[in-house]
């Protein structure tokens, strides 16, 4: 049995069985719902919540997980004696860093726990989170663990080809009135997930190919050790299999498979965004 303790929180999307072979513990997101605050996996599934965000029924606004359900999951850690890694969603989509660090430093002292940024989310947090619990179950201290986990995230990236810059208002710094420009031009959005945050990279005007544009920033980087491309809960207006043959004529061993994104993505790019995951590998010696 790990003697590091392994958390996250419902964006890295692990289905029950996932997490629980893995020794993962999993703090729902919140999500404010028209008026009314629901718990991912908990008051609401996923699947509902994708639904209602890929209908537009109403307003999917994703909060930080509920402060007492924090203090929950780590007092338990506390009381078990576990030294503990906890590896959250990237702050800057939602601000979950304060409730836990403010949770954790209480319990200074009774439990050693480790909260790592991991500017990261769904397939990205994920492949975080499971190379962690790996190295913890293969006895790895908390320090290694941690060392491991923060190499990781400075090679893991993640891009997002959106359908309209209005969509993205209340979650990208774009001003009102270039995404009413750019609708109407016919200009689609990528996003870079840099830093925690969603920093527009590109326009695709209507003369250029997004296809093109995710194929240059795969073969941007010196090597690629996985790939993924990332879908939403409605039909993307995107040649997914296209991407796919393009990367393959490089790297033709890599395996890229086709990955569903959860609400948070959904509620925060758009519910037929593609997503593209690449990972470069950790170099020998981290």
Sequence with gaps: MSSVSIITDSSAEFAPEEAAELGISILPLRYMIGNAICREGVDVSSDRLLEMVSQASTTVTPLPPDSEDVAAMLESAARA??????????????????????VAQKLFGRARIEVIDSLGVSYGLKRIVEESARAAADGLSLPAVTQMARAMISRVYTLFYADDFEALEKTVDIHPAQAVLASILGVKPLLVLEEGRLIPLEKITPRSTPV???????????????????????????????????????????????????PLVASTVGASAVGVFVYEGLQSGW
């Design 81 to 102: 004696g576990q030294v503990a890694l906890f590896l959250h969603v990237a702050n800057g989509l939602v601000p979950v860093a304060e409730p836990i660090q403010s």
């Design 212 to 262: 093109d544009k995710l194929t240059d920033f795969v073969f941007e980087f010196a090597g690629v050790a996985e790939m993924a491309v990332l879908t939403g809960p409605r039909e993307p207006e995107f040649d997914i299999e296209g991407l796919r043959q393009r990367v393959l004529q490089q790297y033709p061993n890599l395996v890229i498979p086709t990955v569903p994104f959860g």
